[in-house]
């Protein structure tokens, strides 16, 4: 197959394999492609039609700004020229989440994102340089409320694929007695330290009180026979804004959704920090410089309420529901750490 790659700017930048990306006209022309954008389009309606029928209001937001999500690990930000101001993509919405609570209550937005990707993520098959998320935020929600939440809105989703898209599901050969077995019954909620055990009893070097590794996540992805959540993350592993347990302190109230299938992570959450101090010491803790963040600091400070909320990759969710080797399929321009493309 041949490809539009292009010269990489930097010669002694690594350049991922050649024929990762079919050309785009032969990608957009695809019967595949068309099947699974058609599923996309059912997932969020059906994400859409779950979130506003329990009260939530979509909105959009930036896509660039002066500061953004520092909690990306391993991808760059990309800069913007913004009148001689020095702004960035959007990595994630996270911000904006919490400050538009002082506007409603429960809030979604179907969000793009831009992560510079480290150039090896081309071969995972998970990692695309920007793709979008489902970001629900819900003011005085719990971590619990939350995962409620997101099991709603895949079942919902997916119950409306497998109801509308029977053709389509049949042409990527998707099994899909399987697809409603995994949703039937609810997801289970594993603490993090369990994890951490059932890797190590399988022979994977994890080490507790750590970030689990996608290697790690895609091994028990593998075995699982639903979907299921990692509760409690260590801290240190994510955002200033994951709120550290009171009770237990030093892991996150905070959790990930992992498809089965080999599929891995499909959505983080958790419960915010909302008290500007606590946001302020996770900042420093975190190596952020909180003067960095003064609009957000000024809408915190005067008083944001507590809240919990998710983000659920759009092509993650498609990938799995459609059955896809890998996630630039499920998108109609795939964009790959360090591959030329549209
Ligand atoms: P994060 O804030 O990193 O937890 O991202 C939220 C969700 O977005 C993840 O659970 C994934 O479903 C999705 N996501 C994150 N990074 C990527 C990426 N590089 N490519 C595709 N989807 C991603
Ligand atoms: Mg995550």
Redesign the pocket.
């Known amino acids: 197959m041949t490809t539009q790659i292009d010269r990489p700017l930097s010669t002694a930048m690594p350049v991922p394999d050649a024929d990762i990306l079919p050309l785009p006209r032969l990608h957009l022309a695809d019967p595949r492609t068309r099947a699974t954008l058609r599923i996309q389009q059912a997932l969020l309606a059906g994400a859409r039609e779950h979130l506003r029928a329990g009260g939530s209001v979509e909105m959009t937001h930036p896509i660039i700004g002066p500061v953004t ?1 520092p ?2 690990r391993g ?1 760059k930000q990309a800069d913007i020229d913004f009148y001689g101001h020095h702004y960035k993509l959007m990595t ?1 919405a996270i911000l904006y989440k919490q400050a538009s609570l002082l506007t409603f209550d429960r809030i979604f937005l179907v969000a793009p ?1 831009v ?1 510079l ?1 480290p150039i090896e ?1 081309s071969s995972t098959r ?4 920007e ?1 979008r ?1 489902i970001d629900v935020e819900v003011a005085r929600a719990t971590r619990d409320e939350a995962m409620d939440l997101v099991e709603g809105v895949i079942r919902h989703a997916v119950t409306k694929v497998l109801a509308e898209c029977a053709e389509e599901l049949a042409a990527l050969e998707r099994d899909t007695a399987a697809l409603q077995a995994f949703v039937a019954a609810p997801f289970a909620r594993i603490p993090h330290g369990e994890v951490v055990e059932r890797l190590r009893a399988k022979g994977y070097p994890q080490a507790a009180g750590t970030e689990i590794e996608w290697q790690a996540e895609e091994l028990i992805s593998r075995d699982a026979a639903a979907p299921f959540f990692v509760v409690g993350y260590p801290k240190g592993s994510r955002g200033f804004y994951d709120k550290e347990s009171t009770e237990d302190p030093g892991t996150l109230l905070n959790f ?1 959704l992992i498809a089965p299938e080999g599929c891995g ?4 959450g958790s419960e915010r920090e909302f008290e500007y101090a606590k946001i302020i010491t996770r900042m420093r803790e975190t190596g952020e410089n909180p003067a960095k963040y003064a609009w957000y600091l000024d809408v915190v400070r005067n008083g944001i309420p507590n809240s919990a909320g998710f ?3 759009v ?3 498609t990938r799995w529901v459609a059955g896809l080797d890998s ?1 630039w399929q499920a998108t109609a321009f795939p964009k790959l750490a360090g591959v030329v493309s549209p």
């Open positions: 999500d909690g990306s991808a994630s994102n992560r990707e993520t998970r990692h695309l340089a793709f998320q990930d992570e499909l959505c983080s983000g659920i990759g092509e993650r969710l996630v």
